[in-house]
């Protein structure tokens, strides 16, 4: 029970998960939590069906829909069938449905900027390209899922179909100049640090919010030898 006072005080519940092919890779999906109503929104189900379904019923939460934050398969695994088990919508952006031609029962779209209401929360929708066509992340009251547009150590590749590394400067220009030092931060996948540090934290250690100028960023986020980070926490 401990677990459940815990979690429902929370906006945005963390849960980690572990991709199964034994890569030590872990996947960060979230639960957008409203604590007055119980509703909630899932982002990027992947992977675990009954563990992200064991906490929505430990906690009698009301599912309402599930946020993409792109189309690549370790953050959709399981959207579906999250939509299917509870008949509730998926949200992903438009650009990103439209170019991968991601088009599904209970598909929904959304542009930029548009305002997805959960009970009492507002869902900030930012659509952040570069990683894919339509990349998004989703701002809720001071916090901002990220998916792999922005790690807190890095950022998204740029070499699938669909990316773009001056678009992906460009994002993160977005998200450098929108938030504020105490927003918290939740990416797709962790390097080192948890999710949930302050954009300030992120700023100071992330070389990727260094750059000035798109030419140097580009060169840099495109360069041919990249040690690989396997620290997953």
């Avoid at 401990?2 to 998960?17: D, G, L, R």
């Avoid at 309402?64 to 952006?93: C, E, M, Q, R």
């Avoid at 990349?135 to 998916?147: A, D, E, M, P, R």
């Avoid at 954009?199 to 040690?227: A, C, G, P, T, W």
Wanted: aromatic residues 14%.
């Amino acid at each position: 029970m401990y677990i459940q006072e815990v979690y429902i005080a929370e906006q945005v519940k963390i849960i980690t998960i572990r991709v199964t092919n034994n890569s030590g890779m872990i996947n960060y999906c979230y639960l957008i939590v409203d604590i007055v109503t119980k509703y909630c929104c899932l982002v990027d189900p992947a992977w675990d069906l009954k563990k992200i379904k064991d906490l929505i019923l430990l906690n009698n939460l009301i599912p309402k829909g599930v946020l993409l934050t792109h189309a690549h398969h370790d953050h959709v695994d399981l959207a579906f069938d999250f939509g299917t088990l509870y008949n509730i919508p998926i949200w992903i952006s438009k650009d990103e449905a439209y170019y991968y031609n991601f088009y599904r029962d209970n598909l929904q779209t959304f542009k930029d900027n548009q305002k997805i209401y959960l009970g009492n929360l507002l869902v900030e929708t930012w659509v952040t390209p570069g990683h894919t066509k339509g990349s998004s992340c989703f701002y809720i009251n001071g916090h901002l899922i990220t998916g792999d547009t922005l790690f807190v150590e890095g950022c998204g590749e740029c070499k699938s179909d669909g990316a773009n590394v001056n678009e992906l400067y460009e994002s993160l220009k977005r998200i450098r100049e929108s938030c504020s030092d105490e927003t918290l931060i939740y990416p797709g996948h962790s390097f080192g640090e948890k999710p949930g540090v302050t954009f300030k934290y992120v700023k100071e250690n992330n070389i990727y919010l260094q750059f000035k100028d798109v030419i140097s960023f580009s060169k840099f986020r495109m360069r041919k030898q990249q040690v690989g980070l396997l620290n997953f926490k």
